[in-house]
């Protein structure tokens, strides 16, 4: 019933920037929650950052606070991660979820219902 795609994901050293977004389109009304997640090669995908509908409540990983920015505009169907001072550690694909339930654990991937394709980031050294 929603659909996501991600984007803005390339090639950056270490240090500089990239701005991710992700588009939703269908039943976006149903839609509360949206979440960052990421996962590196032979590794889980582990959550990076949350936010809830209305923008009141967001959550960062310990690895990337006072690193990265989440942020939504509503009007445009749209999530956005800002993404500063880039380590070669961050290099991983990175998936936009969704979810529209309530009382779920934001940092577990087990609590969103729609997930996009993906974007790749690699950071280099």
């Known amino acids: 019933q929603v659909q996501l795609v991600e984007s803005g994901g390339g090639l950056v050293q270490a240090g500089e920037s990239l701005r991710l977004s992700c588009a939703a389109s269908g039943r976006t009304d149903s839609t509360y929650t949206m979440g960052w997640f990421r996962q590196a090669p032979g590794k889980e995908r582990d959550f990076v950052a949350a936010i809830t509908r209305s923008g009141s409540n967001v959550y960062y990983a310990d690895s990337v606070k006072g690193r990265f920015t989440i942020s939504r505009d509503n009007a445009k169907n749209t999530v956005a991660l800002q993404m500063n001072t880039l380590k070669p550690e961050d290099t991983a694909i990175y998936y936009c979820?969704?979810?529209?339930?309530?009382?779920?654990?934001?940092?577990?991937?087990?609590?969103?219902?729609?997930w996009g394709q993906g974007t790749q980031v690699t950071v280099s050294s």
């Open positions: 979820g969704a979810t529209a339930n309530y009382g779920l654990r934001l940092q577990s991937t087990g609590s969103y219902t729609y």
